[in-house]
């Protein structure tokens, strides 16, 4: 495909935008849209911490009265429990890695001057933006957001009697995961089109970087998996609406049979953790990347075992369909089921392993330069490490059973896919700002906030699988009332405090955000020494991101302290280095 990489390029190419609006809103450069991604993401994630805040606030003191809310209720309390967790998985770690910095660098990364689809580009981020307006929208109707969890299991969800905020609330819930999946698709197809056909000269598949085969696998479980969700939100659009009874066995409520019958809540639950999760890596792959591209380049080595990576990427994904299953093992399944669920599921750390091994193969020996991006690829091995341990105990049906709901759920999956992939998030940012913006962000107060976040990061969720081994249950407003749950109360306070402090962190990243943009040192274009091809071409790049010359490929992504080069490091269009002899 790469042979005929130019007459694709032409055929995709299009003149620089002149007016505000063309150049800055409705653009059709893959950076700007990757821009106005990631700071929808950055808008996205402080709503979700302050949804979080409130949670904790009530978990400890569920009585007080706050300025303007007012006292939260148990269901106010699952609101915030559904809208956290829709906005947090849809909007930020859907959104930042994919949509932001695969927008931005994916094309440049290929040598190419822009997405396959720059139209469907825009529209792919407007439709995603309009999916945010309408999931906020559900704040402000009457009864309020739905309180159904994020995964909005159904009866609860399907039928409008079933609670407050499952009226209006949780239609625009639905409509809002609806149009970002629309969103999502298109998004997907452009991003498997462009890394396949729109490849420099010589930048072979075997020559990609590691974050561009994640970004499009992650593209390829994106156009299988929200497709799902998709047909699933309208078939339960209909039920609430016109009703029909896809979800809805039948059933009485508050004493009154609803008129459904002959619906199944488990196809609901099917359908959803068919998508749900490869959602989780959807939002891990690309952190997995990155990670992966920061260790060599901050340890002066290539990738240790390249091609292995790349397979654990593919099977990672190809297992990441054959795994739902272990999300139901409460549905009463077979057990015969749940035995083939719990091997995929114990199957599909082996290629997680690979990767783990490897990343640590790169580090061994390595000239490790601690810069802030590497503090947090580092700090993302950690957090996936840490957070997949616990994984294998709730792959056994009979763990999971007495575990599932529990806070031991929610330990694990923050740190493996939430917290994780937001330190991938980081550690791009703090990478790829000089070549977005021109300039470097500050060093000292990047290492605060590393230190900030990992250390409250294992403060809020560690205790989490404590507090789930002695049978806390998740989703309850308060404790208080529950005797045995009495002695317990002392580390859910700590885990407040512990979040107060790590959100209170967050300030720091952003103070460190804007004030680079417009003081921070000037960036050379190739300030961190690396190899690939963003970091050939001007800083910022240029509209066409190489000034009218398309690179040609000679070396592999990761060609650092190769022998006999004159530098450290070999970019990827440099000549090609002969072996030594």
């Given at each position: ?160 009697s079933s609670g407050p905020g499952e009226g ?150 190809f297992l990441g369909f054959m795994v739902w ?240 080069a004159p530098r450290d490091y070999v970019m ?10």
């Amino acid at each position: 495909m790469a042979t005929h990489e130019s007459a694709a390029q032409e055929s995709h190419a299009h003149a620089a935008p002149q007016g505000f609006i063309r150049k800055w809103v409705f653009s059709l450069d893959h950076k700007v849209i990757g821009l106005q991604y990631y700071f929808l993401a950055l808008a996205a994630v402080f709503v979700g911490m302050f949804l979080s805040l409130l949670m904790r606030i009530h978990l400890i003191w569920p009585a007080v009265a706050l300025p303007i809310l007012g006292d939260i209720k148990p269901e106010t309390y699952l609101t915030l429990v559904t809208m956290h967790g829709t906005i947090m998985v849809f909007f930020v770690l859907t959104t930042a890695p994919q949509g932001g910095f695969g927008n931005y660098f994916l094309p440049i990364q290929i040598g190419a001057p822009d997405m396959a689809f720059p139209v469907l580009n825009m529209l792919s981020f407007w439709t995603t933006f309009l999916g945010f307006i309408v999931m906020i929208a559900a704040f402000f109707v009457a009864g309020g957001a739905p309180l159904h969890g994020w995964t909005g299991y159904a009866p609860l969800s399907a039928v409008q009697s079933s609670g407050p905020g499952e009226g209006l609330g949780a239609d625009l819930w639905i409509i809002s995961i609806a149009i970002f999946c629309i969103g999502a698709l298109m998004g997907a197809l452009n991003f498997i089109t462009t890394t396949l056909d729109m490849r420099a000269k010589g930048m072979t598949m075997m020559r990609m970087p590691l974050t561009v085969w994640a970004w499009f696998v992650t593209a390829i479980l994106g156009l299988l998996a929200f497709g799902v969700l998709l047909s699933g939100g309208i078939l339960l659009l209909m039920d609430r609406n016109l009703g029909t009874s896809f979800f809805v066995p039948l059933i009485t409520m508050n004493g009154q049979v609803t008129g459904h019958r002959g619906g199944s809540p488990l196809l609901w639950q099917h359908l959803f953790w068919f998508f749900g999760h490869p959602e989780v890596y959807i939002a891990i792959l690309p952190a997995m990347g990155m990670c992966s591209q920061l260790l060599s380049v901050f340890s002066r080595k290539p990738i240790f075992g390249y091609k292995a990576m790349v397979y654990a990427i593919m099977a990672i994904g190809f297992l990441g369909f054959m795994v739902w299953g272990h999300h139901m093992f409460m549905s009463g399944m077979s057990p015969y089921t749940a035995f083939a669920f719990s091997i995929m599921t114990m199957g599909i750390g082996v290629p997680s392993a690979i990767k783990t091994f490897n990343w640590l193969g790169t580090l061994w020996g390595g000239r490790i330069r601690f810069s802030s991006p590497m503090l947090f690829a580092i700090g993302f091995v950690s957090l996936f490490v840490s957070g997949g341990i616990s994984g294998p105990f709730l792959a056994q049906p009979v763990l999971d059973i007495q575990l599932h709901d529990t806070y031991f759920v929610p330990g694990h999956f923050h740190l493996i896919m939430g917290v994780a992939s937001i330190f991938g998030i980081f550690a791009a940012t703090y990478y790829w700002f000089p070549k977005m913006f021109g300039r470097m962000m500050n060093e000292k107060l990047a290492l605060w906030h590393f230190l900030f976040s990992l250390i409250g990061t294992y403060a809020i969720f560690m205790p989490m699988h404590y507090l789930g081994m002695a049978g806390m249950p998740r989703r309850y407003s308060q404790m208080t009332e529950v005797n045995y749950l009495h002695d317990l109360i002392g580390l859910q306070k700590f885990i407040t405090y512990a979040a107060f402090i790590t959100i209170a962190g967050q300030l720091i990243f952003l103070v460190n955000l804007f004030w680079s943009m417009f003081k921070g040192k000037k960036a050379s274009d190739n300030p961190w020494e690396a190899t690939t091809l963003e970091w050939t071409t001007a800083t910022p790049p240029p509209h066409d991101n190489f000034g009218g010359h398309t690179p040609v490929v000679n070396n592999g992504p990761y060609e650092y302290s190769v022998p006999g080069a004159p530098r450290d490091y070999v970019m990827q269009n440099d000549p090609e280095i002969e072996p030594a002899h």
